[in-house]
């Protein structure tokens, strides 16, 4: 089996853009999709266990990694979690899966949620990691949320004040935010954190998050609220998950949340903070087992 960063990194056509993708491993197709500000290298300590169990797809999304970077919209349409979930669609209907499971955290959670309601039909079962319902967190918003997640209220500021402000040391952003959450940078591999800075470099990134942002504050709240007041639930298997020490499980009921728009939900605490996939690996690895029945 080939090491995680000696993969070569795949651009396949999907949805009208390239994204790009590690691919590697066998049997049923596996999804896996990053968060903010990072890139597919986040699964790189639990690789090796998903591919020996799953055909793995780890892909970047648009306006992260190498993954195109469309030009922003004035709808912020082109960054809105439907568009991203059709990416991601059409990438995987291009490999050959009709029908797929997921493992998502942050930001590639919420695409895979919208990829759920949107395409039911390819969505098997999905672990979310780290997150609640979008609309439920900019509607339970408290000071305390605000300060932790401070990111999400600044990258929706009108362009180009963020974009630029990162754009001036794109690195500085990256470990600000990441290092910013408890035990810090200490988490990540040396390999892992080289990635991020590259991919954070890349021309187009500054804006391209600064977009899935203003998306997830605008148009993508629009789409929840007509879905739920439409009925639009969750059928699919979901297990959450949440870093016991993080942001998220400290200001929402995360399960209550998810129960209200989904109709069989699991999950609960593990012991990490915010990435879990390379702060909680084994267990991670271990409710993944459980959840996708390989254990």
């Known amino acids: 089996m ?88 059409a990438l995987m209907r291009g490999l050959g899966h009709a029908r797929f499971e997921v493992l998502a955290h942050d930001r590639g959670a919420r695409v895979a949620h919208r990829l759920a309601l949107d395409h039911p039909d390819a969505v098997a079962r999905m672990m979310l990691l780290d997150i609640a319902p979008t609309l439920d967190m900019y509607e339970g918003t408290t000071r305390a949320f605000a300060q932790a997640y401070f990111h999400w209220f600044w990258l929706i500021q009108p362009a180009p004040v963020p974009e630029t402000m990162i754009e001036h040391d794109p690195v500085f952003y990256l470990r600000s935010v990441m290092g910013g959450r408890p035990g810090g940078l200490a988490h990540f591999s040396a390999e892992a954190m080289a990635e991020y800075e590259r991919a954070a470099r890349l021309p187009g990134w500054a804006a391209g998050i600064c977009e899935d942002y203003r998306a997830s504050a605008t148009l993508d709240l629009e789409h929840d609220r007509a879905g739920r007041a439409a009925g639009e639930r969750l059928r699919q298997p979901v297990r959450v998950l949440w870093g016991e020490r993080g942001a998220v499980g400290r200001n929402f009921d995360v399960l209550a949340l998810w129960r209200a728009v989904a109709d069989d939900v699991t999950g609960g605490p593990l012991p990490g903070a915010h990435y879990l996939a390379e702060e909680t690996p084994d267990a991670l690895l271990a409710e993944a087992g459980d959840f996708f029945g390989w254990r």
């Not at 896996?32 to 591919?51: C, D, K, M, S, Y």
């Not at 780890?58 to 349409?77: F, M, Q, T």
């Open 2 to 89: 080939t090491a995680f960063f000696d993969l070569p990194v795949r651009r396949i056509a999907a949805n009208g853009i390239q994204i790009a993708a590690r691919i590697e491993g066998s049997g049923p197709p596996l999804l896996l999709l990053h968060g903010h500000p990072q890139t597919n290298a986040i699964w790189h300590r639990v690789w090796p266990e998903l591919t020996r169990r799953r055909t793995c797809v780890a892909a970047d999304l648009r306006g992260y990694g190498d993954s195109d970077k469309p030009a922003a919209s004035a709808d912020h349409a082109s960054y809105s979690k439907r568009a991203m979930a059709a990416d991601m669609a």
